[in-house]
């Protein structure tokens, strides 16, 4: 099992870019992918980017060519590295981690682990 914590939210203008941080800790952390995930208020909770045990990594089209998912090289920490940011951005962003594989196409709820969110704001 694998316990997850986000940092590195806040506030930041249109145009901007923002790195979020996620703390993996816990037993066999290689044995799980990884995912951010962004839900704003009253929409379903979207998949950003997820990254599995080889490395490889998948972006939703509304964040590819801005957005970077990337691990140090102990796994102690996942990050999301955002660029060009807008304010259809703005979103409590979490991480999360699933035991094995199939994070490309897991949905939220088949996620082992959560952490308890960030909130990035884009202002216009």
């Known amino acids: 099992q694998v316990q997850l914590l986000e940092s590195g939210g806040g506030s930041v203008q249109s145009g901007g870019s923002l790195r979020l941080s996620c703390s993996v800790s816990g037993s066999r952390v290689r044995d799980y992918c990884m995912a951010w995930f962004r839900q704003a208020p009253g929409n379903e909770r979207e998949r950003v980017a997820t990254?599995?045990?080889?490395?490889?990594?998948t972006y939703a089209d509304s964040v590819k060519g801005r957005f970077t998912i990337s691990q140090d090289n102990t796994e102690a920490t996942l990050y999301l590295q955002m660029n060009r940011l807008s304010p259809g951005d703005t979103a409590m962003y979490y991480c999360?981690?699933?035991?094995?594989?199939?994070?490309?196409?897991?949905?939220?709820?088949?996620?082992?682990?959560w952490g308890q969110g960030t909130q990035v704001t884009v202002d216009s």
């Open positions: 990254v599995d045990r080889s490395g490889s990594t």
């Open positions: 999360a981690a699933r035991y094995l594989g199939g994070c490309q196409l897991a949905g939220w709820e088949q996620y082992t682990a």
